[in-house]
């Protein structure tokens, strides 16, 4: 009963930029952390950055200064602003959240259908 839709994937120029939304619907009582992930042909998906409901973040050492994720808790809605896009940044992004559906339940790990970001001149 809980959905991730992602949006805001296309193609760009190096050195540009791209925001990323995803927004979770259905029976949702929190959500914590919320992340992207991201996947090219060939090699295993991989963590670009992460957001617990108190705001901490991880990222990966490869986006780490140029990408920024934040969240709307009021909105169940994660983004993901990517500055100084690079070539090697050309992957399918996936929204990731940690639901807890109910209260007193536990959480459950929710993916999203994957929006393509493609780094190109």
């Known amino acids: 009963q809980v959905q991730l839709v992602e949006s805001g994937g296309g193609l760009v120029q190096p050195g540009g930029s791209l925001r990323l939304s995803c927004t979770a619907s259905g029976s949702v009582f929190s959500i914590d952390p919320m992340g992207w992930y991201r996947q090219v042909p060939g090699k295993q998906r991989e963590l670009v950055a992460a957001i617990s409901s108190g705001g901490s973040t991880n990222y990966a050492d490869s986006v780490k200064g140029r990408f920024t994720i934040s969240r709307d808790n009021a909105k169940n809605t994660v983004y993901l602003e990517m500055n100084r896009l690079k070539p090697e940044d050309t992957a399918v992004y996936y929204c990731?959240?940690?639901?807890?559906?109910?209260?007193?339940?536990?959480?459950?790990?929710?993916w999203g259908k994957g929006t393509l970001v493609t780094v190109s001149s």
């Open positions: 990731n959240a940690r639901v807890v559906q109910r209260r007193y339940d536990y959480g459950m790990d929710y």
